[in-house]
C-alpha cells in the first residue's frame, strides 16, 4: 500500500544517515476505503493526493514541535505492506509497523525555499486554524498553496546538502 509518511528535514536528514525512517507514532496516511467513501468522486490519484496532503498537514505539527525545526513541510511516500487502518482517528489515517528501509521509499516530497516564510506562520497557528480561528485558517491556506516539490530518493542527500 501507498503510505504518505509525514517527516520534518532533520528527520529527512537521519533517514539519509541511518538508511531507515522511523514514523512518528507510526503514523501515517493512505487512500484508506474511509477516505474513498468520503469523497463523491476522484480518481484514485486524486484521492492519494488528498491523503498525502493530510501528510502535509501533519508535517506542519512536527514543525510546530520543534523550534528548531526547518520550515518546510516533508512528507515521504512509501509503499509498506501490513498497515493498520484508522478510521476512528481520521479517513486517511493508518498505522506502519517499525522502522521503514530507506529500500521502501518511492518518494520524497518538501517544500522549497520560497515555502519557509508562510510555513514557519502556519506551524505558529495551526492549533488555533483546527479551532477555527479565521486568521489561522488563512494562515494555513497560505502554507498549503505552495505545492511540494518531488525528489526521487537518490536525490536526497543532494538536496538536503544544497539547503
Do not use: C, N
Not at 501528510?55 to 525545526?69: F, G, H, T, V
Not at 509503499?79 to 478510521?87: F, H, N, S, Y
Not at 493508518?94 to 518518494?107: M, N
Request: hydrophobic share 50%; proline share 5%; net charge negative.
Amino acid at each position: 500500500m501507498r503510505v504518505y509518511l509525514p517527516a520534518t528535514v532533520a528527520m529527512l536528514r537521519d533517514l539519509v544517515d541511518r538508511g531507515e525512517f522511523t514514523a512518528v507514532g507510526g503514523t501515517g496516511f493512505a487512500l484508506t476505503p474511509a477516505l474513498r467513501e468520503s469523497y463523491a468522486s476522484g480518481d484514485t490519484e486524486e484521492l492519494e493526493y488528498s491523503a498525502m496532503l493530510d501528510a502535509a498537514r501533519a508535517s506542519l505539527r512536527l514543525i510546530a514541535a520543534d523550534e528548531s525545526a526547518v520550515p518546510r513541510r516533508a512528507v515521504l511516500s512509501v509503499d509498506v505492506e501490513g498497515v493498520k487502518l484508522r478510521p476512528d482517528l481520521d479517513f486517511s489515517v493508518v498505522k506502519v509497523g517499525g522502522p521503514i528501509p530507506a529500500k521502501l521509499v518511492a518518494a520524497v516530497h518538501l517544500d522549497t525555499g520560497e515555502a519557509e516564510k508562510a510555513v514557519r506562520e502556519a506551524a505558529d497557528v495551526i492549533d488555533a486554524a483546527d479551532l477555527g480561528d479565521p486568521d489561522a485558517e488563512f494562515a494555513l491556506g497560505e502554507a498549503e498553496d505552495h505545492e511540494l516539490a518531488w525528489y526521487a530518493t537518490q536525490e536526497l542527500p543532494f538536496v538536503l546538502e544544497l539547503m
